[in-house]
């Protein structure tokens, strides 16, 4: 990966460098803290499994997102992207970034 896209990735996996690998961006312009309204900015998902991630907000100083999980359950909460980045499921492969998610508010994906 360069120096370039690296210095524009906040976060990314070492998978390839490819853009369903690169999860969050500056060019995102996520807030910090999750916003009264928080609106669906990034889509996460785990391509050999049924988890996804909506994203709001992200604190690069602690590399926690907040947003709405489909998991075992749907809720609410802090995201560790430090495990997301490492998580690999079957086969080996990581978590991608749906590259043509549009943006919505997070009480419409409840």
């Avoid at 500056?26 to 994203?55: N, R, Y």
């Amino acid at each position: 990966m360069s120096t370039e896209t690296k210095n524009k990735d906040l976060e990314f996996s070492t998978f390839q460098n490819k853009p369903a690998y690169r999860y969050i961006r500056q060019s995102d312009h996520l807030p910090v803290e999750p916003p009264e309204k928080p609106m669906a900015l990034v889509k996460l998902f785990d391509p050999t499994g049924s988890w996804t991630w909506f994203i709001s907000s992200y604190d690069p100083k602690t590399r926690l997102a907040f947003g709405l999980v489909h998991g075992f359950e749907i809720e609410y909460g802090d995201i560790s992207m430090e495990e997301l980045v490492e998580f690999r499921g079957r086969m080996g492969l990581p978590i991608e970034r749906d590259l043509y998610w549009t943006p919505k508010p997070l009480s419409e994906l409840e």
